[in-house]
């Protein structure tokens, strides 16, 4: 806490305010210390703090003493907290509210959440570095920068040595990928080629084969472009949909006859991928994957009900079946809720559910729908 | 009658829409995916050197996952559509977001008996995290969001509410509107509201007030405890701290419900 320094809280000429976010309460290292609960600002320039009572208590450290945050969950009790290593303090550092600390790091603490957004907005300032090429009115302290590197006061030295170096690297690394123009421009370009691509497929201009158009959906899906073109023949799949489409064909059919012939998408979605380990599916390539039984004549059809619910369903399991035994069991019991449903037939909550609605929409069964609960009754009407 | 060769009439057509395209300028769609096809591979070349270097970074770090789906953002890709996708096989990004959204599911499938299928972004972290246990990857909310976001893909009504700061995760396809949303972020201050709460805050009539609650009551969203002092309490175990509740096995659950 000893980086901070008394300040009006006013921003300088060129120095932006990023985020604020109130109920927020400093700790020097792990310890609470002598501030109260205040508003926390972010500035394109530096970390201020106002006391929420006494709005002439404010102090700001600038951005470039900061070497590297992390964020820490909140927990029992505890606020979630961003913890932040810091370079020490120049020695011409005005005054503040510590003289000395004997820690190098800061801990922010959320006492009323907004640490999400602010890590957020810390870490685009953190990248950005605005403070660095915007001049500002006003001199701000500026810390014995990085570029200074081995002469530095004793005592932190080898452990902030080592955030900075991780620092570095990451910085490094994400600038190698990412601000390596080349590489940035030609990504962009290949996302307007295809785009290009796509309108002239639909608009039919030129000839192109139905294999150009397979090949052409399969470079959107490498590069994870939102394809634009589908065609019901194959809807929106490509070979690699088809294969897994087959795979699926296979590994579920068991699984589905455990469950009486119906499961969840996102059941399905977890049994394929633990049992896979690695190179798992997305959710999207699973749903397009599904799409494709019934072009691939395979004994599964993904089915959406009207809730919006996604399952897998056996096509050899007639609906008529289903419905029917639904009605017997039902009338057996007198009545029934979809938990105990459930629990009779050895299916989840929200597909045995699912079945009651669907009788109840061939008219077979009335809802009794209170407080307590949905209650489905044989129809007598 | 003369018989067309239909070779001879394809070739002519195409010669024609050919000169028509040079004509304008514009470039024909086939040429435009060849020349996709080498961009392709180009660019592989240069992700797969990157990979080879810095696949542990990661996987290691949040703020690269965020820093990393930005950019992508504004070229306009998203890395996490297809496992099939460069991202996912060279980078291994994908691998991490699917797993997280397998533990998702399965935290959200194994609380919904207590609380509904809504529950906070911040217990779904933590309990994630207990999940992966000590050695796992460090998760943040940011990763989190992300995953749940592509699980929407499969339609089981993943979707995320915003309150008082931070979200509230539905993961059952209760239909909320803005009213049941409203009341949600009055009550999680407390974890609980009124009637005469909502009626003053909301300014709502006695009818809305009621109506909106027993929607949250029957989707097992909120629980009623018509013993407190004063009036009846709307409580919302989406909202419980873990300070005041422990866990209730299914069994347990369904017999307290009256």
């Known amino acids: 806490m000893d980086r901070f320094v008394w300040s009006s809280g006013l921003l300088e000429i060129n120095e932006t305010l990023v985020i604020q976010q109130r109920g927020v309460r400093l700790y020097d290292g792990e310890e609470k210390g002598k501030m109260d609960v205040g508003i926390l600002l972010l500035s394109t320039h530096r970390l201020l703090w106002r006391d929420h009572k006494n709005h002439d208590c404010c102090i700001a450290m600038p951005l470039s003493q900061i070497v590297l945050f992390e964020e820490q969950a909140g927990g029992i009790g505890k606020s979630a907290k961003i913890v932040v290593h810091l370079h020490p303090a120049p020695s011409n550092k005005e005054p503040g509210p510590y003289q000395t600390s004997k820690y190098s790091y800061i801990k922010l603490s959320f006492k009323e959440h907004g640490q999400i957004e602010f890590s957020r907005r810390l870490s685009e300032e953190m990248t950005q570095r605005r403070w660095e090429h915007v001049p500002v009115s006003q001199p701000i302290n500026t810390s014995t920068t990085s570029q200074a590197g081995r002469t530095r006061a004793v005592g932190i030295v080898g452990i902030e040595r080592k955030l900075e170096e991780k620092r570095k690297e990451m910085d490094k690394n994400i600038s190698e990928l990412f601000n390596t123009e080349p590489f940035i421009s030609q990504a962009k370009e290949m996302v307007e080629l295809s785009r290009s691509i796509a309108s002239k497929i639909k608009d039919k201009q030129g000839d192109i084969t139905e294999d150009e158009t397979i090949r052409f959906k399969s470079y959107l899906l490498s590069m994870g472009i939102a394809n634009p073109v589908t065609r019901e023949t194959h809807g929106s799949g490509t070979h690699y949909h088809m294969q897994l489409a087959k795979q699926l064909g296979e590994i579920l059919l068991a699984p589905l006859e455990e469950q009486g012939g119906m499961m969840a998408l996102t059941e399905v979605y977890c049994l394929v991928n633990r049992a896979r380990g690695m190179e798992l599916l997305s959710p999207e390539d699973l749903v397009n994957a599904c799409k494709m039984f019934e072009a691939l004549k395979l004994p599964l059809r993904l089915r959406i009900f009207d809730s919006g619910v996604m399952v897998i369903q056996l096509q050899s399991h007639s609906e008529e079946e289903m419905i029917a035994s639904a009605l017997d069991n039902v009338s057996e019991k007198g009545s029934l809720t979809s938990e105990e449903f459930a629990k009779l037939l050895g299916l989840s909550v929200l597909l045995s559910k699912e079945r009651l609605l669907l009788a109840e929409k061939m008219g077979h069964l009335c809802r009794d729908d209170s407080v307590e609960g949905l209650r489905f009754y044989p129809n007598l009407f | ?258």
């Open chain 2, 1 to 258: 009658m003369h018989r067309r060769g239909v070779g001879a009439g394809a070739i002519a057509k195409k010669k024609l829409a050919e000169a028509k395209y040079k004509e304008r300028g514009t470039v024909l769609a086939e040429d435009q995916i060849v020349q996709m096809s080498k961009q392709l591979e180009t660019f592989k070349t240069h992700l797969e050197e990157f990979a080879s270097k810095h696949k542990q970074e990661i996987r290691k770090s949040a703020q690269f996952r965020v820093q990393f789906q930005d950019m992508c953002a504004t070229i306009g890709v998203d890395p996490l559509a297809s496992g099939k996708g460069f991202w996912s096989e060279m980078l291994g990004v994908g691998d991490f977001y699917y797993e997280l959204g397998v533990q998702i599911i399965e935290v959200c499938l194994a609380l919904k008996h207590r609380n509904g299928g809504l529950i906070t972004l911040e217990e779904l972290h933590q309990r994630v995290l207990k999940g992966r246990g000590k050695f796992a990857q460090d998760v943040s909310q940011d990763d989190l969001i992300r995953a749940i976001k592509k699980l929407k893909a499969m339609g089981n009504g993943f979707g995320m509410i915003p309150v008082g700061g931070t979200y509230l995760v539905q993961s059952v396809p209760a239909e909320l509107n803005m009213d049941h949303t409203v009341v949600l972020q009055l009550a999680e201050k407390k974890g609980f509201v009124t009637v005469s709460e909502i009626k003053t805050s909301l300014k709502w009539e006695t009818e809305r007030t009621c109506h909106v609650l027993d929607d949250l009551l029957k989707e097992g969203l909120a629980w009623l405890d018509g013993q407190a002092a004063g009036e009846p309490q709307y409580w919302l175990p989406a909202l419980f701290s873990e300070l005041c509740s422990r866990d209730v096995t299914p069994e347990e659950a369904s017999e307290m419900v009256p």
